[in-house]
């Protein structure tokens, strides 16, 4: 069975750093597109950031607005586990982050897309 397990999240002073980690259980992150979402209390879940596999070597990648320059996604294939580097971090960031993946690999924003989800984990930015 195929799990996705996050980590990496904590309570963190505006503009310090994070580093989340998914790691693919059971399966491999090969063909797979994978995302962050996060849910902040009270809103609804967003999309933070996708990469698409391409290759072993190569993938592509879109963001949210409100992270671009901030964050980034990167993955490694072999040890199945997708990162995403968090730098500059404001109090609006606070939220619990989800990993997902879609096993078709389409590389779509929309959370309908992804049929694999993490438990999450929370990051809190303190002002």
């Known amino acids: 069975q195929v799990q996705l397990v996050e980590s990496g999240g904590g309570l963190v002073q505006a503009g310090g750093s994070l580093r989340l980690s998914c790691v693919v259980s059971?399966?491999?992150?090969?063909?797979?597109?994978m995302a962050w979402f996060r849910q902040a209390p009270g809103k609804e879940r967003e999309f933070v950031a996708l990469?698409?596999?391409?290759?072993?070597?190569?993938?592509?990648?879109n963001y949210a607005d409100s992270v671009k320059g901030r964050f980034t996604i990167s993955r490694d294939n072999p040890k199945n586990t997708v990162t995403l580097q968090m730098i500059s971090l404001k109090p609006e960031d606070t939220a619990v982050y989800y990993c997902?993946?879609?096993?078709?690999?389409?590389?779509?924003?929309?959370?309908?897309?992804?049929?694999?989800w993490g438990q999450g984990t929370q990051v809190t930015v303190s002002s």
């Open positions: 059971g399966g491999s992150l090969r063909a797979l597109t």
């Open positions: 990469s698409k596999y391409i290759t072993v070597l190569s993938h592509t990648t």
């Open positions: 997902a993946a879609d096993r078709l690999n389409r590389g779509i924003i929309s959370s309908r897309t992804y049929d694999l």
